[in-house]
């Protein structure tokens, strides 16, 4: 039997935070984003929503938005 598992060669360290986009409002969205903290979620997060979702200023409002919808895994 062939299980499907990824390298851990992506994964640095902790990466207890995560976030998903369909969390934030894009429902239909699968992107999910990882880090070690809830920072760097949402740095990448910003990128995707920039990259993705066309948002080209990102607010303070949508800023916490998302922080709030980060979640951290023990
Ligand atoms: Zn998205």
Known sequence: MATITKPDSTNKGNENYSFRCADAGFTGCSWEAKGSSPDEVLQKAEQHG?????????????????????????
Not at 50 to 72: A, G, P, Y
């Open 50 to 74: 920039r990259e993705q979702h066309n948002l080209t200023s990102i607010d303070d409002q949508t800023r916490d938005k998302v922080r709030s919808k980060i979640r951290h895994a023990a």
